[in-house]
């Protein structure tokens, strides 16, 4: 169970480099958890890194910019919250797998136990939990 300072925020004004640099954040945040004593599985890990990592995604494919990652441990749940300028709330696709690309949310919706779209008044926010434990 994660104690108290369990969150970390980071903004990318730059969105060249946002989404390996949220993945990097993202898995130093859990590593640092673990570190501190918490139970982190190392596929959880890999899980966040990849939701925030298509979070961030359609962010710049559909954003200008700029983009604040937000991640909460509490409750063996971590949330990640992407915001962002854009007003659009994302849209998952039916399956096709024929389809190349634009899987990003279906990913996002199978990997967390939930998935909401806040709007802001200058844009949104996009917040998935993952179960850590």
Do not use: W
């Not at 969105?15 to 859990?30: N, P, Q, V, W």
């Not at 634009?102 to 926010?125: N, T, Y």
């Amino acid at each position: 169970m994660a104690g108290p300072g369990a969150s970390a925020s980071t903004v990318y004004t730059d969105l060249g480099d946002a989404i390996g640099s949220a993945r990097d954040f993202t898995a130093a945040f859990l590593r640092a958890r673990a570190d501190e004593g918490t139970d982190i599985r190392p596929r959880t890990v890999e899980d966040a890194r990849l939701v925030v990592s298509e979070l961030v995604t359609n962010v710049v494919r559909h954003a200008a910019g700029p983009c604040r990652v937000d991640l909460e441990l509490a409750g063996g749940m971590l949330e990640i919250s992407v915001s962002d300028a854009y007003r659009a709330a994302p849209t998952a696709h039916a399956p096709d797998p024929g389809r190349v690309g634009q899987h990003g949310l279906e990913i996002v919706l199978a990997l967390c136990a939930s998935v909401d779209v806040e709007p802001l008044p200058d844009g949104k926010r996009v917040r998935a939990c993952l179960v850590v434990d």
